[in-house]
């Protein structure tokens, strides 16, 4: 029997069969268990062995729970799991194969709140670690612990490398250094657990810890005025100058406190004092800036300080007599006290304790000198104390002088005069003035005579004596210039010989050529009147042909009126003339044309055929036709106007009338009309289709403040919906028809992205807007010396707090134009304090690019003063200085410096006011002293003043006077000898006529008989 074919087939089927079992896989779900300390946790065992009667298990050393399971898959549940790192293991047998596969289980605790250590103040510039600690943290090497300061992150920790499993303590420290823009801000710890992709993220955060810098690098000025009287009041001044961020003070005296006021800018605090008793005090300061203190002490003496008594003998003394003073304080005075005697305004004694005794001899000078008595405290600074004072009377007799009763007085003539003479004395004596024994009033004012003149003696007299004196009066008096009068009077009557010697030639020459005059007519008359024709013989005109004639008549001249229309020109005018002069080009201008011209007819009518000849235009026009007509002037539109010419056509253009326009284009506009009422609808989908979107809104928004952004659409379906898309978190919503406003509150992040969406006929549209939260801090500037001496290094600084976003851009500009730049949030400038920075200001500019603009801010000005002692130049006081006598003059002298100084001028040694106008004098001019001085030292300088004046010219007035008058007798010189010539002339003529008449009157003709034509044959 031969053995089946199927039975190697099955052995092989089953063979094979058995191998697809053993390469089953084996896998465990999830694959990195995660589970809270204490928690509980589903795992799964899951196989791919498709033999049904497989078993397998999941082992681990946690209380575990099965559930039911399904094939190829076994379900466990850990239960309270409270190792933190143990191992999971699965196993399956398959076909008899068994694989297993194991997994690691991470428990985590729950991750508490971290500490953040105290910051302590911290003085500008120096260092401090920051330190933050978790405790209790598993597994450590999935935290990240992050230090921050405002809106910068220090230092972000992670702990990757740690291997313990179970909960322990882990910190993380960072070194910062204090700068002022760092004050406020506040310093933050964050720690994060993340556990992801298998487990959840957590995060904590500490007690924000705000950092406090202070700067306070010197010590508090007291300024308190070390000597007081008992009950006087005072101010105690506090002063720091320089700290950061704001400074507390506390004033006492002798370690009782004392209220004090603050001033606005935190920089003094003033206390008042008022001590009842004599003695020493302590006056303390306290200034504290953040946790440091300085202090600055002064003692403050209290005296008791009364004003000094003075007593006299006597203070109406006679002169030589000697009077007794002595000057005391009261009971209970400070011994440091001490006491000087005035006399008339200068020391009399020197500084003396009390009582100071002193004897004084009166003398006349003294008469109304005040006494007083003053006391002083050496070496404090408050003004002397002065007694009551004494005048004192000193008796003596009288006294004349030169002042006041001058020995030689002038007086004018005419003007009003007073003898002055007066004297001293004490009684006030009596003065009398006689001459010749007849007083003579004193002090009277009365006109001056030349009989005042002569020597006075006058005599002063009191109760003590007498005194005596002569004064010589000398009368000044003007008498006219009698010389000058005749002179003048020479000079008038030369003048008038002048005038009539010349006056006499011109009649004489006037006579002369009257008398040639006559003797021609005489000569005509005498002619016979053969041989001349009518014309000639008939003067005037009056010939037989010319016509009657008639006294005054002149030729007739015919007269020609021409009127000109330029033709083609609306509304040209007509021309109107009667000839005139050819212009260039042979035609007569009517401009220039004169009225009394005859123009003949000829020129103006056009010959047969002709057109009109042209006239030239008053305007630089071309050459118009015009017509021309004679006698009246004719009206527009008659005869003599002809018809303009057509205006002429644009060159390419033909002209046609309307009624031969084409008709195809007049149905074009009804066509289209009827096309856009038919199609002009658009579908539903087309409208759809082109509506848009547009959302509008800020660009940039300062950080934690609100925006309020608008969505519009064009859709114009009333139901479309919109809305807007954002991280950021929304407020109020106020909606519309096709538009809607949304309100976004505390907007914080660095760049968010808007999404503004409507649907239209179910399609939806979208526009964006990016909106960007910026923080821009205010710049801050400070000086390190306001109050700079001369040479002293300054350090100016400007900073500011960092930015959001980055690229804060700093500038410190100066009055001066300097400016130095940087991007680091602050800057540094360095200088040495020179004469020409005093008065610098300073002012710190930030500038922040914010998307599309650059925000700017400025500071407030700080100046720097630097003191230095005082300057003068040429600019301030020329060292030569010119004036004009008679105008008002000032001596210009100032100088530079810090304080101020004070200058004062002196000339010869006697003080000359400054920058006072005067009227400018000779005596003005010389050489002045000038000095300005302040408390850091002095300067001087020399000014020399010029002063111009004008004097008459004598000389040339005289040359001019001496020149005017042989100018007249010149004249008279003159005429007197044409006086003389024309006698001879008249003289002449006479005999000549005489001679004349003497003639015969034989052999002369009837005419020549009868002059000026009475013959009878020439008519009436």
């Known amino acids: 029997m031969r053995p089946s074919p199927l039975l190697p087939a099955l052995c092989v089927l089953c063979a094979l069969a058995g191998r697809l079992q053993a390469s089953f896989e084996l896998s465990i779900e999830p694959a990195v268990p995660v589970v809270q300390h204490g928690g509980s946790i589903r795992l799964a065992c899951r196989t791919t062995c498709p033999d049904p009667a497989a078993k397998g298990n999941l082992e681990t050393s946690s209380l575990k729970r099965n559930f039911q399971s399904g094939p190829g898959e076994m379900s466990v549940e850990l239960i309270n799991v409270t190792e933190w790192h143990s191992s999971i293991l699965c196993f399956y047998t398959c076909a008899g194969v068994r694989k297993t596969v194991s997994a690691d289980l991470i428990a985590y605790s729950a991750l508490e709140q971290p500490v953040l250590e105290p910051v302590p103040w911290m003085e500008e510039g120096a260092s401090h670690n920051l330190t933050c600690k978790v405790p209790a943290v598993a597994p450590a090497r999935n935290l990240t612990v992050t230090l921050g300061r405002g809106a910068e992150t220090l230092r972000a920790g992670t702990f990757e490398h740690d291997a313990d499993l179970s909960p322990h303590q882990v910190q993380v420290t960072q070194r910062i250094t204090a700068r002022r823009r760092h004050h406020g801000q506040n310093v933050t ?20 810890a705000a950092l406090a810098v202070y700067a306070f690098p010197e010590d508090p000025e007291l300024n308190v005025t070390t000597h007081l009287e008992v009950n006087e009041t005072a101010n105690a001044t506090c002063t720091i100058r320089t700290f950061f961020p704001e400074a507390r003070f506390a004033l006492s005296l002798d370690g009782q406190p004392l209220p004090a006021s603050v001033s606005e800018e935190g920089h003094r605090a003033v ?54 003073v002595q000057c005391t304080l009261p009971k209970g005075h400070s011994s440091a006290l001490r006491l000087r005697l005035h006399s008339g305004g200068r020391p009399a004694t020197p500084w003396g304790p009390s009582p100071l005794r002193r004897a004084l001899a009166a003398r006349e000078e003294d008469d109304g000198a005040e006494l007083f ?47 002055r003479c007066s004297a001293r004395g004490n009684p006030p004596p009596r003065v009398e003035c006689a001459r010749d024994g007849r007083p003579f009033p004193v002090a009277q004012p009365q006109p001056a005579a030349r009989a005042h003149a002569g020597t006075y003696r006058c005599r002063a007299a009191n109760r003590l004596g007498d005194a005596g004196r002569t004064v010589e009066v000398l009368v000044e008096y003007y008498d006219p210039p009698v010389l000058l009068a005749v002179l003048l009077a020479m000079a008038a009557l030369a003048a008038a010989c002048a005038a009539g010697v010349g006056y006499s030639i011109y009649y004489r020459k006037k006579k002369i050529r009257r008398y040639k005059l006559q003797e021609r007519q005489r000569q005509m008359e005498m002619q016979p009147m053969v041989g001349r024709s009518p014309e000639v013989a008939a003067p005037n005109g009056s010939a037989p042909a010319a016509g009657p004639y008639r006294a005054g008549s002149a030729p007739a001249v015919t007269r020609s009126r021409v009127w000109v229309k330029a033709s083609g020109i609306p509304g040209a005018g007509r021309i109107r003339g009667a000839g005139g002069i050819p212009d260039a080009s042979g035609i007569p201008s009517a401009s220039r ?37 004679r006698g009246a002037r004719p009206e527009p539109g008659g005869a003599g106007y002809p018809e303009p010419a057509p205006l002429p ?27 856009l009422a038919l199609f002009g609808r658009a579908a539903p989908g087309a409208a759809g289709s082109s509506f848009a979107v547009v959302v509008a809104g800020p660009e940039t928004v300062p950080y934690g403040e609100a925006a309020l952004v608008n969505c519009s659409t064009t859709c114009p379906a009333a139901e479309a919906a919109g809305g807007l898309e954002t991280s950021l978190a929304k407020g109020s919503l106020e909606q519309g028809p096709g538009w809607l406003a949304v309100r976004l509150h505390n907007v914080t992040e660095p760049r968010a992205r808007l999404l503004c969406y409507f649907t239209c006929f179910g399609q939806r549209k979208t526009a964006a807007l990016t909106l960007m939260a910026y923080r821009f801090p205010d710049p801050y500037l400070a000086i390190s010396e306001p109050n700079a001496s001369l040479h002293e290094p300054v350090a100016v600084e400007c900073s500011t707090a960092p930015s959001q976003p980055p690229g804060l851009q700093l500038w410190l500009r100066s009055s001066h134009g300097a400016q130095v730049s940087g991007t680091e949030g602050h800057v540094l400038l360095n200088l040495t304090a020179h004469e020409e920075d005093d008065g610098l200001e300073f002012v710190c500019e930030a500038e922040l690019p914010v998307g599309n603009q650059t925000l700017q801010k400025k500071s407030a000005p700080a100046k720097l003063s630097v003191f230095y002692g005082p300057r003068m130049d040429e600019a ?19 100088a530079r410096g810090n304080p101020p100084p004070h200058v004062e001028c002196a000339r010869d040694g006697r003080p000359f006011p400054v920058a006072q106008p005067q009227p400018a004098a000779r005596a003005h001019a010389g050489t002045y002293r000038c000095r300005a001085a302040n408390r850091l030292g002095d300067a001087r300088r020399t000014v020399e003043v010029l002063v ?8 040339p007035a005289v040359l001019v006077t001496v020149a005017v008058l042989a100018f007249a007798c010149a004249a008279g010189v003159g005429y ?7 006698k001879i002339r008249r003289y002449k003529l006479q005999e000549r006529q005489r001679q004349m008449e003497m003639q015969p009157m034989v052999g002369r003709s009837p005419e020549a008989a009868a002059p000026n034509g009475s013959a009878p044959a020439a008519g009436p």
């Open 876 to 894: 301030g006081c020329p060292q030569q200085q010119t004036w004009t006598e008679g105008r008002e003059a000032a001596l210009r002298c100032s």
């Open 271 to 324: 206390a008042e004092l008022a001590l009842p008793r004599p003695g020493a005090f302590e006056v303390l300061c306290t200034g504290s800036v953040g946790p440091q203190e300085r202090q600055a002490r002064a003692t403050v003496h209290v005296h008791s300080f009364p004003a000094p008594q003075l007593h006299v003998s006597t203070a109406i003394p006679v002169a030589g007599e000697e009077v007794a």
């Open 976 to 982: 007197g000898f044409y006086h003389h010539k024309k």
């Open 189 to 208: 710890c964050q720690a994060e657990l993340s556990l992801e992709p298998h487990g959840p993220r957590l995060s904590s955060a500490a007690a924000p």
């Open 948 to 955: 111009e004046y004008y004097e008459f010219p004598v000389l």
């Open 593 to 629: 044309i004169p009225r009394s011209t005859r123009i003949p007819s000829a020129a103006c009518a056009p010959g047969p055929g002709q057109l009109p000849t042209p006239l030239p235009s008053w305007r630089p026009r071309r050459h118009l036709p015009a017509t021309a007509s």
């Open 373 to 419: 008595c003053e006391a002083e405290l050496p070496n404090s600074g408050k003004a002397p104390k002065a007694s009551a004072p004494v005048r004192l009377t000193v008796a003596y007799g009288p006294r004349m002088d030169e002042a006041g009763c001058p020995q030689q007085q002038t007086w004018t003539e005419g003007r009003e005069a007073a003898l």
């Open 649 to 675: 056509s644009r060159p390419g253009v033909a002209s046609r009338p309307a009624a031969a326009m084409p008709r195809r284009g007049r149905l074009a506009l009804p066509l289209a009309t009827m096309l």
